[in-house]
């Protein structure tokens, strides 16, 4: 147990410190966003990209976790959409946002610096088939529901609505950082020590100010609101999420223990910061921005108690 807190404590510390810096105005609150951008569009693009491009690709694919972790965040979504509407009556925006929340991990702020303190290196093929699915997959498709809800409501173009979505798509920092890092693989060219250095800097910085980010960002954020939903949607991301990929890991054939249990961990993560951000564009975010502090702040148990029974 003591190794276990030792692996997940400076991850919260450095969340703690962030937190501390922004309530005590040392770094401005209208900072935290700023540097969100630097880690999401500079830093961890140019840790995917000279990972992926120094990778042999037909090591990165293992199709029995992109199918075990891809299914299990699938039925994480819908149970949480299914529960939403049925038990608590919540409209088709509300009840998707909710089974966002409940299936979609914080991967690239969270994930990326848990796997460096539990395995000292990043897993490549792991964090990528992880990003794969999440990009790919899961906000792909809520988005895909979101947008053409707000567009069936307003009495909008679904044509113009999808062809804003796969815009949105084609442009996200961390698939282009993918697809480039692959393709530069497959010529089987080294990079430049210039362009690996400078790639080198910026992916150095990526975990630890991704960490910040998450601490300044819930200065202000307050655990008010609608109770039942707040926990339900926390449970279901700390608890059902992990519990389906899991079990889908089980039924599943046997595949690479270490990728199993890295499965598991990943979806055990709580959800991605902008999780309120992206709820504040179809719905009130107020609920949201409630239950992810719920969540980064159970997380530190959660995930205690994954990593104990995982290693």
């Known amino acids: 147990m003591l190794s276990v807190i030792q692996t997940i404590a400076p991850i919260f510390g450095v969340m703690a410190i962030g937190y501390v810096a922004v309530k005590t105005e040392l770094m401005p609150k209208s900072a935290v966003p700023l540097l969100g951008r630097f880690v999401l569009f500079?830093?961890?693009?140019?840790?995917?990209?000279?990972?992926?491009?120094?990778?042999?690709?037909?090591?990165?694919?293992?199709?029995?976790y992109l199918l075990s972790y891809g299914s299990g965040s699938l039925l994480a979504l819908m149970l949480g959409f299914g529960l939403s509407r049925l038990l608590w009556k919540e409209d088709l925006t509300r009840a998707t946002v909710n089974g966002l929340g409940m299936s979609l991990s914080n991967s690239a702020f969270v994930g990326y610096p848990v796997l460096?303190?539990?395995?000292?290196?990043?897993?490549?093929?792991?964090?990528?088939?992880?990003?794969?699915?999440?990009?790919?997959?899961?906000?792909?498709?809520?988005?895909?529901?979101?947008?053409?809800?707000?567009?069936?409501?307003?009495?909008?173009?679904?044509?113009?609505?999808?062809?804003?979505?796969l815009k949105r798509v084609a442009t996200h920092p961390i698939l282009l950082a993918i697809v480039f890092g692959i393709g530069f693989s497959l010529t089987g060219l080294s990079l430049p020590s210039v362009i690996e250095g400078s790639l080198g800097f910026l992916a150095n910085a990526s975990a630890g100010v991704a960490l910040f980010v998450i601490g300044g960002s819930l200065v202000g954020m307050q655990i008010k609101?609608?109770?039942v939903r707040i926990s339900g949607i926390t449970f279901g991301k700390l608890a059902l999420h992990p519990a389906l990929v899991a079990l889908m890991v089980w039924l599943l054939p046997p595949f690479d223990p270490e990728l199993q249990r890295i499965a598991i961990l990943m979806a055990a993560l709580p959800m991605l910061s902008i999780y309120p951000v992206l709820a504040?564009?179809?719905?009130?975010?107020?609920?949201?921005?409630?239950?992810?502090?719920?969540?980064?702040?159970?997380?530190?148990?959660s995930l205690s108690i994954v990593l104990l029974l995982l290693y």
């Open 116 to 165: 460096l303190q539990v395995y000292g290196t990043l897993p490549v093929a792991a964090f990528t088939m992880t990003l794969l699915v999440e990009n790919l997959l899961i906000m792909p498709l809520v988005l895909i529901v979101l947008e053409l809800s707000r567009a069936l409501a307003e009495g909008g173009d679904k044509t113009e609505v999808l062809s804003r979505f």
């Open 42 to 64: 500079l830093a961890l693009p140019a840790l995917i990209f000279s990972t992926l491009a120094q990778t042999e690709v037909t090591s990165l694919i293992e199709p029995l």
């Open 280 to 301: 504040g564009n179809y719905t009130d975010p107020s609920r949201y921005a409630a239950t992810l502090v719920a969540a980064t702040l159970a997380s530190f148990l």
């Open 225 to 227: 609101g609608d109770i």
